[in-house]
């Protein structure tokens, strides 16, 4: 059974900084797609970032210059590292890997 577990999420401080983190099991995710999307209160779901098995990222617009997509194929995990962050960035951020899900991880974003 294909599993992710998304971990990380927090509150954090206008500034702050936070990394999470997603593991995948049940497959072989290395030739996957793997990302993020969030999920603000009252909004749809955006995509934050993903990377491709080559390596390849792409960022949304609001996030590029301030967050950080990796994946260690080894591991299974996808990573994303969030600087400088925002309340505006305050959401459910969820993990996906191909059509795979995860349950989401909470990320506050306040002073």
């Known amino acids: 059974q294909v599993q992710l577990v998304e971990s990380g999420g927090g509150l954090v401080q206008p500034g702050g900084s936070l990394t999470l983190s997603c593991v995948a099991s049940?497959?072989?995710?290395?030739?996957?797609?793997m990302g993020w999307y969030r999920q603000a209160p009252g909004k749809e779901r955006e995509l934050v970032a993903r990377i491709f098995s080559g390596g390849v990222t792409n960022y949304v617009d609001s996030v590029k210059d301030r967050f950080t997509i990796s994946r260690d194929n080894a591991k299974n995990t996808v990573y994303l590292q969030m600087n400088s962050l925002k309340p505006e960035d305050t959401a459910v951020y969820y993990c996906y890997c191909g059509s795979y899900w995860g349950k989401g991880t909470l990320v506050t974003i306040s002073s």
């Open positions: 049940g497959t072989i995710f290395s030739h996957y797609v």
